[in-house]
Structures are given as structure tokens and as C-alpha cells.
T-cell receptor, first 117, second 109 residues
Framework: DSGVTQTPKHLITATGQRVTLRCSPR?????VYWYQQSLDQGLQFLIQ???????AKGNILERFSAQQFPDLHSELNLSSLELGDSALYFC????????????????FGPGTRLTVL | EDQVTQSPEALRLQEGESSSLNCSYT??????LFWYRQDPGKGPEFLFT???AGEEKEKERLKATLTKKESFLHITAPKPEDSATYLC??????????FGAGTTVTVRA
């Protein structure tokens, strides 16, 4: 158990709909990352938040958005869903509390499997 | 753009048959190279971080090494429970993690 929790585990929805995925990081971790994993694309970095602020952005679509709340949990919002958005979505967290070290291992949650019909 | 290439795509081993997985990378300013293990339908599990060429790390039957252009994950005398997909990732100057496609290892008893 990595200590990172994600809800829900599974989500089935229709095209055009909007969903919200939730992530709680490990206790004490300030950084949260979101990734998308599909069969043909592998694990793709979407976005990172550090202590409530956006820190880095990857290949995140404009239809997707995220935020990190004061209690450090994060939500990933996916809107106008398309069939191609079906994938596993992972959240990871890491600790920056020791300073500006960037060498922090990311610990992944169990993921949310999104199916768009 | 940072790139990570893993080979082979799949590896079938007999129990006890040692082998190595390769991770070749190009990155703008390597801040760290990471190895993860992923079981089907589950989140990646952290294994190692390597920071500089020449560094080595070991954990049970796994040993990771790093050069300026590639990393190897050596599996010594594997057991069926070592069956999984092994992912390599690099972190560059932009702090983002770029993952390879992974090597799926199957160990037969």
C-alpha cells in the first residue's frame, strides 16, 4: 500500500459527460501528479500541483483540468468526454517538505479506470 | 523532449534464469532515473532511483545500474512472483517524469 488513495476505482460514463476523479496523497506529501495510462500511449504525465499551485504541465487536454485543495487532496476534472479518454488515471504524490530537492520518488495510487461508452 | 526507450518489450524467463532489461534515454539535464514495477490493473510500485552514471542499487533479486545513456535492471534467479511490467522513467530539468513503454516479464516455474 503506497498510502495514496484514489476514488472511485471504476467509472463508466457516456460520451459528452463530465466526471471528477479524486486523489488523497500520502501523509505529508505536498506534490500531487496526475497520469493517464492507455494501451497505446503508455503512462503519460498530465499535470503536477505543489502545495496548491500548478507546478508543471504535460500533455493535458484543454477539456481536462485539475486542482489541489488546502488539505492537499486533488481532483482531476474531465469534461466533454470522448471514447478515446477511456484509460486508467493514476495519481501520484511525493514529498518536497525537506527542501528544494527534486529527487523525490513518486508513489502511485491504485488508479481509477474510466470507461467512456 | 525527453525520451525513454525500453527493450525488450516482453521477456519470458524460466525460474532461476537471470536476465537484464534495458532502458535507453535522452534527457535535458538528468535529475533522476526511476524504475517501477507494475502489476496488471494496479498502480506502479516504486523500486529505485538512480542519480548519476556509475550508480548501482539493489533490492532482493533486482539490481539497477546507470550510465550516461542507459540503465539496466538485472533480475537474478527470478521467481514467478517477479512477473510484472517494469517501467523506466527519467526526470529532466523540467521536473516532469517521462516513462518508457515498459518491459513485461513473465517467469515460469
Amino acid at each position: 500500500d503506497s498510502g495514496v488513495t484514489q476514488t472511485p476505482k471504476h467509472l463508466i460514463t457516456a460520451t459528452g459527460q463530465r466526471v471528477t476523479l479524486r486523489c488523497s496523497p500520502r501523509s505529508g506529501d505536498l506534490s500531487v501528479y496526475w497520469y493517464q495510462q492507455s494501451l497505446d500511449q503508455g503512462l503519460q504525465f498530465l499535470i503536477q500541483y505543489y502545495n496548491g499551485e500548478e507546478r508543471a504541465k504535460g500533455n493535458i487536454l484543454e477539456r481536462f483540468s485539475a486542482q489541489q485543495f488546502p488539505d492537499l487532496h486533488s481532483e482531476l476534472n474531465l469534461s466533454s468526454l470522448e471514447l478515446g479518454d477511456s484509460a486508467l488515471y493514476f495519481c501520484a504524490s511525493s514529498g518536497f517538505s525537506s527542501g528544494e530537492s527534486s529527487y523525490n520518488e513518486q508513489f502511485f495510487g491504485p488508479g481509477t479506470r474510466l470507461t467512456v461508452l | 523532449e525527453d525520451q525513454v526507450t525500453q527493450s525488450p518489450e516482453a521477456l519470458r524467463l524460466q525460474e532461476g534464469e537471470s536476465s537484464s532489461l534495458n532502458c535507453s534515454y535522452t534527457v535535458s539535464g538528468l535529475r533522476g532515473l526511476f524504475w517501477y514495477r507494475q502489476d496488471p490493473g494496479k498502480g506502479p510500485e516504486f523500486l529505485f532511483t538512480l542519480y548519476s552514471a556509475g550508480e548501482e542499487k539493489e533490492k532482493e533479486r533486482l539490481k539497477a545500474t546507470l550510465t550516461k545513456k542507459e540503465s539496466f535492471l538485472h533480475i537474478t534467479a527470478p521467481k514467478p512472483e517477479d512477473s510484472a511490467t517494469y517501467l523506466c522513467a527519467v526526470q529532466g530539468n523540467d521536473y516532469k517524469l517521462s516513462f518508457g513503454a515498459g518491459t513485461t516479464v513473465t517467469v515460469r516455474a
